[in-house]
C-alpha cells in the first residue's frame, strides 16, 4: 500500500544472545525480527538483532523496502513472497518506532512474560560488565559512576515495551469499587483503567 508507515516485528520465543566481551549467557525473549515494506506491506525477515535496531531508529525517517533488504537477499522484490505471514503460527507484537540503537558492546534485552499479567514485557539493558539496568534511573547512576564511558548518554536508552497483537494478551486492571464517600471526596468519576492497542499505521511492529 503507497504511503503506509514501516512496520517492525519481532516473533517471540526464547533464543540466547551474547556479550562481546564476555561469555556470560543472557536470554533474550526473540526468535526472529521481521520488518514490513513501505511499497507492498509484505514482511521480510532482518537477519540479525544488530541490523533490526539499526532500521527500527531510523524507519521513520528512512521507511523499509524491500530492496532495502538486499543488503543480505541481494535478489529480492516487492514480487517474492513475504517472508512470513501472521497466521497465528507466532506470537506478534507491535514495537515502538525510533528506539535508538544500543551503545556499543551494550545490549539491550526483551523479555515476555507469561500471558495473563498485567504487563506484556520487561525491558533492561547489560553493560559491557555484564551488569543489569533496568530504569533510567539505574542508567544515570550507573553513567554517572563509571566515567569510563564518556561518549554514552541516557539519550541511547529507552524502556519502552511493545504491545501484543494477540487480543487479552495483558490483563486489563479493574477499577476498585467506588463508594458514595469516594465520590463525595473527588467529585469526578473513576474510570477502569484498560489496555489499548496501538494504532498499527504509527507504530512499528517487534
Known amino acids: 500500500m503507497e504511503g503506509r508507515r514501516n512496520r517492525?516485528?519481532?516473533?517471540?520465543?526464547?533464543?540466547?544472545?551474547?556479550?562481546?566481551?564476555?561469555?556470560?549467557?543472557?536470554?533474550?525473549?526473540?526468535?526472529?525480527?521481521?520488518?514490513?515494506?513501505?511499497?507492498?506491506?509484505?514482511?521480510?525477515?532482518?537477519?540479525?538483532?544488530e541490523k533490526y535496531e539499526e532500521i527500527r531508529e531510523r524507519i521513520a525517517e528512512q521507511p523499509f523496502l524491500c530492496e532495502t533488504a538486499r543488503e543480505w537477499r541481494p535478489d529480492l522484490s516487492c514480487d517474492d513472497e513475504p517472508d512470513v505471514v501472521r497466521d497465528g503460527s507466532w506470537?506478534?507484537?507491535?514495537?515502538?518506532?525510533?528506539?535508538?540503537?544500543s551503545p556499543p558492546s551494550w545490549q539491550r534485552i526483551l523479555r515476555i512474560r507469561a500471558k495473563g499479567g498485567t504487563k506484556f514485557a520487561d525491558v533492561y539493558y547489560v553493560t559491557p560488565s555484564s551488569k543489569r539496568l533496568r530504569s533510567m534511573t539505574e542508567v544515570q547512576s550507573y553513567l554517572n559512576e563509571h566515567p569510563e564511558y564518556p561518549g554514552v548518554t541516557t539519550s541511547q536508552f529507552s524502556f519502552q515495551i511493545p504491545s501484543p497483537l494477540e487480543e487479552n494478551y495483558v490483563r486489563k486492571r479493574h477499577a476498585r469499587s467506588v463508594t458514595l464517600h469516594d465520590m463525595s471526596e473527588t467529585l469526578m468519576p473513576v474510570n477502569p483503567i484498560s489496555w489499548v492497542v496501538p494504532d498499527q499505521n504509527r507504530d512499528t511492529c517487534t
Do not use: E
Open 91 to 101: 506470537r506478534w507484537a507491535i514495537d515502538k518506532p525510533s528506539i535508538p540503537q
Open 8 to 49: 517492525s516485528n519481532a516473533a517471540t520465543g526464547n533464543g540466547p544472545s551474547f556479550s562481546k566481551k564476555t561469555s556470560k549467557r543472557v536470554w533474550d525473549s526473540i526468535a526472529a525480527y521481521t520488518v514490513q515494506c513501505d511499497k507492498c506491506s509484505k514482511w521480510r525477515f532482518v537477519p540479525t538483532k
